[in-house]
């Protein structure tokens, strides 16, 4: 069993940044993920970036490209969201997830996680 602890939400204006930390009680193996989802007032969980612990390799949604920047500390096992130039519309639950495996295929569904974070609140102002 894997433990997600979230930390670093806020409410910041639009512009400002942030950055989000998820720690985990453990790693599983080498091919695994660990991923950054929200969830906007009103609609569905939506993926936002995920980070390739083996490697490093990252890839991010569209809507936060260039913007957004996952890292880890794999001493720590410990994994970041910096976010820049924070708008309005990224205003969410913002959720951690490991378990998923990262092979071929990027994991961008949460249907392929096995562990979930409490989230995070991160409200931008306009």
């Known amino acids: 069993q894997v433990q997600l602890v979230e930390s670093g939400g806020g409410l910041v204006q639009a512009g400002d940044s942030l950055r989000l930390s998820c720690s985990a009680s453990?790693?599983?193996?080498?091919?695994?993920?660990m991923g950054w989802f929200r969830q906007p007032p009103g609609k569905e969980r939506e993926f936002v970036a995920v980070i390739r612990w083996s490697d490093g390799r990252t890839y991010y949604a569209d809507s936060v490209k260039g913007r957004f920047t996952i890292s880890r500390d794999n001493a720590k096992n410990t994994v970041y969201l910096q976010m820049n130039s924070l708008k309005p519309e990224d205003t969410a639950v913002y959720y951690c997830?490991?378990?998923?495996?990262?092979?071929?295929?990027?994991?961008?569904?949460?249907?392929?996680?096995?562990?979930w974070g409490q989230g995070t609140q991160v409200t931008v102002s306009s």
């Open positions: 997830a490991a378990g998923a495996l990262w092979n071929i295929f990027v994991p961008t569904s949460a249907r392929v996680y096995d562990y």
């Open positions: 453990a790693r599983t193996f080498s091919s695994a993920a």
